[in-house]
T-cell receptor, first 116, second 115 residues
Framework: GAGVSQSPSNKVTEKGKDVELRCDPI?????LYWYRQSLGQGLEFLIY????????KSGLPSDRFSAERTGGSVSTLTIQRTQQEDSAVYLC??????????????FGPGTRLTVL | AQSVTQLDSHVSVSEGTPVLLRCNYS??????LFWYVQHPNKGLQLLLK??????LVKGINGFEAEFKKSETSFHLTKPSAHMSDAAEYFC?????????????FGAGTRLAVHP
């Protein structure tokens, strides 16, 4: 079956511009996560969506970052006024159930963001 | 707080020889531990996971890992390396403090396999 998909695969933008990154989770998966992979910080958690509840945004690095999930499916991560330190690979993952479980998180291929 | 330390940033082996990638963890809870692999320009793929059942966990592609509570370790092994195993490997611990499965990643170990 189809896995997690992300678009675009690559994004090059100029400092100060806004960008939107999209994630399509596996159909039927209720939990959705965003992570960031950068040279300096490794892989770090950004945000978690759980059904229709308010997301856990505790990993977002600044208020320039926001995310939404529409209809419990597709998610968009928005970065406003991009900075060079935002350059990274942004990974999305989904898993079948919400809450505390050991369900496997299935990762998408990522969006490579480069801020010039 | 939950954390993982991967003891080697780079490991190089010859094809057909054993692989050992070392990981130590710290957890305030009974830990759930994972190994993920990332091939160049590919997404993360789960190799195996430990969830308090058997301490020796078998994964895909001949990999296995043993959970040792006394040593707080979860090392990844494979008896015989293949060229296709060349990739970056991440040891991961789950942080359940928020009521969900937040993954905390190690810094990664890059495995090189030589003919």
């Amino acid at each position: 079956g189809a896995g997690v998909s992300q678009s675009p695969s690559n994004k090059v933008t100029e400092k100060g511009k806004d960008v939107e990154l999209r994630c399509d989770p596996i159909s039927g998966h209720t939990a959705l996560y965003w992570y960031r992979q950068s040279l300096g910080q490794g892989l770090e958690f950004l945000i978690y969506f759980q059904g229709n509840s308010a997301p856990d945004k505790s990993g977002l690095p600044s208020d320039r970052f926001s995310a939404e999930r529409t209809g419990g499916s597709v998610s968009t991560l928005t970065i406003q006024r991009t900075q060079q330190e935002d350059s990274a690979v942004y990974l999305c993952a989904s898993s079948p159930r919400e809450g505390w479980s050991t369900d496997t998180q299935y990762f998408g291929p990522g969006t490579r963001l480069t801020v010039l | 707080a939950q954390s993982v330390t991967q003891l080697d940033s780079h490991v190089s082996v010859s094809e057909g020889t054993p692989v050992l990638l070392r990981c130590n963890y710290s957890s305030s809870y009974s830990p759930s531990l994972f190994w993920y692999v990332q091939h160049p320009n590919k997404g993360l793929q789960l190799l195996l996971k430990y969830t308090s059942a058997a301490t020796l966990v078998k994964g895909i592609n001949g990999f296995e890992a043993e959970f040792k509570k006394s040593e707080t370790s979860f090392h990844l092994t494979k008896p015989s390396a293949h060229m296709s195993d060349a990739a970056e490997y991440f040891c991961v611990v789950s942080d359940p403090s928020g009521g969900y499965n937040k993954l905390i990643f190690g810094a990664g170990t890059r495995l090189a396999v030589h003919p």
